[in-house]
């Protein structure tokens, strides 16, 4: 319940944030922790993981654009969307704790019963996905709403991604592969519990308050569309999407193996794993305070200016040594979260503005089908980079592992900027002024 002294839309905020950051937790536990648990403490090949994670995305792809399509009549307002997304929760949580359980069995069937739960939890994880996202429509009226609870979100899986890579080292390196199952199985019950536990917080308070809406601050000096994402072109976004899940994913989920057999010291592989996170949870105040001032293609534009340097900087500078490289870790992941913050406070916008087949859940479906069947390219290109190379070898490591993990972001940077140029400008001239923030 919300306190007297808080304002509902803060609490929402509140709530809200907590709900997606145990679902980040999750997600970003499948993003960089599943193909380690795989290779190291199970003992699969790495081209042989690639591609089991890559066909486990476009089933899980398809299966996000085959939800939205099936829940866009049924979920129609936050209300419906609460109700769901703590029912998948729940699914989801008991899908992942069966993959987690992998290691119990016997060696010889280990391989299937990986496959078989990673595909039932991509196929129960949509369910508690989709609902969550359609919130950031329901729940918001104008860009500078959208760019608020985007910010929220953005902070909220930051600080789920912080936790988990502070501690992968600890827990991961160095680590005999049964000491290593048996603790991802402990996280993964923890995760499992948090996310049941904050998405029926979530249920419960849009319950009491089931027209909550978060709003942007009116500002008569910036003359700025209070709809300016819904004129983005929806090709664009998509394209948008795909290539960002490229180009992060595959830093991402290459960083665990260049921090474990490249870095290999306990502090010193922390340090390196949470600077580009950190980097991008404390940006998000400083993003949103900026998507009040500039239009959101504006902020786009600048965040990716900002990733790309530090992505050349990490490339540059890293031989230098650990404070160098984590230095422009965080550069990276400050213009990482601007980036996210505002394409999803983009996608957000036109999710209101699709009319027809496309709208609510059928349009956070789609984006995340596109976002997704990035993701699962990323993983077939690490299998195919880890399968070429002994990466458990130091030397060797710091080739082409630190050549992708540099490289990706920086071609993606590129591709999303030349992809926003079909922003047609006068989309985002001033049309209508902003209704004041509600608190």
């Known amino acids: 319940m919300p306190s007297c002294l808080v304002s509902p839309h803060r609490t929402f905020q509140l709530i809200y944030g907590a709900a997606h950051g145990a679902k980040s ?13 795989l290779t ?3 003992g699969l090949p790495p081209s042989h993981v690639g591609l089991m994670l890559g066909l486990s995305l476009v089933l899980n792809a398809l299966m996000d654009l085959s939800v939205g399509w099936m829940l866009r009549r049924r979920v129609s307002n936050s209300l419906h969307a609460s109700r769901l997304q703590w029912l998948g929760a729940w699914i989801s949580a008991l899908m992942l704790l069966a993959f987690a359980s992998t290691g119990l069995l016997p060696t010889g069937l280990r391989t299937g019963f990986a496959l078989a739960s990673l595909l039932a939890f991509r196929l129960a994880y949509p369910f508690y996905d989709n609902p969550q996202n359609t919130l950031l429509a329901f729940a918001t009226h104008d860009d500078g709403g959208r760019a608020r609870l985007a910010a929220t979100r953005y902070i909220a899986g930051g600080a789920a991604r912080l936790v988990l890579v502070t501690g992968f080292a600890p827990m991961m390196i160095g680590q005999s592969a049964l000491i290593q199952s048996s603790r991802f199985g402990a996280l993964c019950l923890g995760m499992a519990l948090t996310a049941v536990v904050t998405a029926g917080g979530l249920r419960a308070f849009i319950r009491r308050w089931p027209d909550i809406e978060v709003r942007g601050r009116q500002d008569e000096k910036t003359h700025l569309s209070a709809r300016a994402g819904q004129t983005a072109p929806l090709g664009a976004l998509l394209a948008i999407a795909f290539t960002l899940s490229v180009s992060a994913s ?4 290459l960083e665990p193996y260049f921090a474990t057999f490249a870095i290999r010291h306990v502090v010193n592989a922390s340090i390196m794993m949470s600077a580009a996170t950190a980097g991008s949870l404390l940006s998000q105040g400083f993003w949103a305070h ?7 293609t504006d ?19 890293a031989p230098l040594g650990l404070a160098w490289s984590a ?12 980036v996210s913050m505002s394409l999803w406070s983009l996608l ?4 209101t503005a699709l009319t027809g087949m496309f709208t609510g859940t059928a349009a956070f479906g789609l984006y995340t089908c596109f976002s997704k069947l990035g993701l699962a390219l990323a993983a077939m ?7 070429g190379v002994d990466y458990r070898n130091q030397i060797l490591a710091m080739g082409p592992i630190f050549a992708a993990m540099a490289g990706a972001p920086i071609a993606g940077a590129l591709v999303i900027g030349l992809l926003s140029i079909s922003f047609r400008a006068g989309a985002l001239s001033f049309s209508q002024p902003r209704r004041a923030w509600s608190s």
Do not use: D, K, P
């Open 299 to 317: 902020v786009l534009r600048t965040a990716l200016a900002v990733l790309s340097v530090g992505a050349a900087l990490f490339y540059l500078l």
């Open 250 to 253: 595959l830093f991402g989920r």
């Open 40 to 42: 190291e403490a199970i």
């Open 348 to 351: 957000a916008g036109r999710a």
């Open 381 to 387: 290109a690490m299998g195919l980079i880890l399968a």
């Open 290 to 296: 900026v998507a009040q001032r500039l239009a959101l």
């Open 327 to 338: 230095g422009a870790c965080v550069l990276y992941g400050v213009g990482s979260g601007g």
């Open 25 to 37: 937790l999750i997600w970003h536990a499948s993003e960089f922790l599943f193909a380690f648990f």
